[in-house]
């Protein structure tokens, strides 16, 4: 088996980016790729969580870590479809991702999604998003993936039964930081993407989780019939 479908997620923070890909990435044959997972703590801690740079990545960290991965992958032959959460992030990022795979995945198709929902859904989720220090045993004591809450105390995780906090990201000046950047860079990605001749499919985000893989699902097995 080889890389087949490289799916990059994108959407401002909160947007459920990371659900999508956690759902996504549960299908036979599917892996999920974080950037962070792949970068050396200690260049992690480095980075930093502050509003002036919150957890920006050198361009040299993220092509290290991007092709470590990648030829990891391509030499288990285990994976036909990458999600790549959060990432690219920058118009550089979208060049450096398509020149990597043109190497280590020839002939991958490529399936950028970007997720949006209203602003108030938007606030919403991530003012009511936790995270479990316990279950993500994160370098730089700072988890991103979104817990489950359990069913008999919204409090504690339904998985490992310990207290969940509020994601160090989604505090009011690292989220606006956050929002500001994405707005920013966006412009840039789909721009990049579009002049290698790759459209970037805009969907809603805010249905129901079920409902969005299966819609994100269908558009990915369309595009990918048509290459």
Same mark, same amino acid.
Do not use: D, F, G
């Given at each position: 088996m080889s890389l087949a479908v490289a799916i990059p997620l994108l959407g401002? &923070? $909160?947007v459920g980016k990371s659900t999508l890909a956690i759902r996504l990435g549960a299908a036979d044959g599917c892996a999920v790729f974080r950037l962070r997972a792949h970068v050396p703590p200690a260049r992690l801690t480095a980075t930093g969580s502050? @509003? @002036?740079?919150?957890g920006w990545m050198d361009d040299v960290t993220v092509q290290a870590a991007l092709d470590g991965y990648l030829d990891q992958t391509a030499r288990a032959g285990a994976v036909r479809c990458v999600v790549f959460d959060n990432f690219p992030g920058t118009s550089a990022?979208? #060049?450096l991702l398509l020149a990597r795979l043109a190497v280590h995945a020839i002939g991958c198709v490529v399936v950028p999604i970007e997720l949006s929902v209203d602003p108030?859904?938007?606030l919403r989720r991530a003012v009511q998003r936790r995270v479990c220090? #316990?279950?993500?045993r994160d370098p730089a004591h700072d988890p991103r993936? &979104? $817990?489950q809450p359990s069913p008999q105390n919204p409090q504690r995780c339904a998985q490992c039964g310990g207290v969940l906090h509020p994601r160090r990201g989604d505090a009011p000046s690292l989220r606006a930081a956050r929002l500001r950047r994405y707005r920013r860079e966006a412009v840039g990605v789909r721009d990049a993407f579009g002049a290698a001749g790759v459209e970037v499919i805009r969907c809603d985000g805010s249905a129901d989780i079920a409902e969005t893989v299966a819609g994100v699902s269908e558009l990915v097995a369309t595009r990918s019939a048509r290459r």
């Open positions: 401002p &923070p $909160a502050s @509003a @002036a740079s919150p990022q979208v #060049r108030v859904t938007l220090h #316990r279950c993500e993936l &979104p $817990a």
